[in-house]
């Protein structure tokens, strides 16, 4: 069983950092993707960045995210600087596999990331 573990959710003002882990049970390589994900109240979950063959960023984070991942430690991070309320939501980490026309999803509890003054 594939265990995805976020952390590093928490309370920042506007205009702060927080850096976001996301911890793999298995050798991240094996996954064809890492991505994570959000929801805010209310809204629907929505995709923030997507790290596989290549990299992708949604609209409302580009230049301001960045995600990455260290092999070693089977971990994926996402460094979030200039944030603001609008960033406020959990925050889902994604493992995903792909075979053929069937892809197998793996997610986490979700971390808490609250922008407020």
């Known amino acids: 069983q594939v265990q995805v573990v976020e952390s590093g959710g928490g309370l920042v003002q506007p205009g702060g950092s927080l850096r976001l882990s996301c911890s793999i049970s298995?050798?991240?390589?094996?996954?064809?993707?890492m991505a994570w994900y959000r929801q805010a109240p209310g809204k629907q979950r929505e995709l923030v960045a997507h790290?596989?063959?290549?990299?992708h960023y949604s609209d409302h984070v580009k230049d301001r995210f960045t995600i990455s991942r260290d092999v070693a430690k089977n971990t994926v991070y996402l460094q979030m600087n200039y944030l603001g309320p609008e960033d406020t939501a959990v925050y889902y980490c994604?493992?995903?596999?792909?075979?053929?026309?069937?892809?197998?999803?793996?997610w986490g509890q979700g971390t808490q990331v609250t922008v407020s003054s």
């Open positions: 994604n493992a995903a596999k792909i075979t053929g026309d069937v892809v197998t999803d793996y």
């Open positions: 298995e050798n991240i390589l094996t996954f064809d993707a």
């Open positions: 790290i596989g063959r290549i990299i």
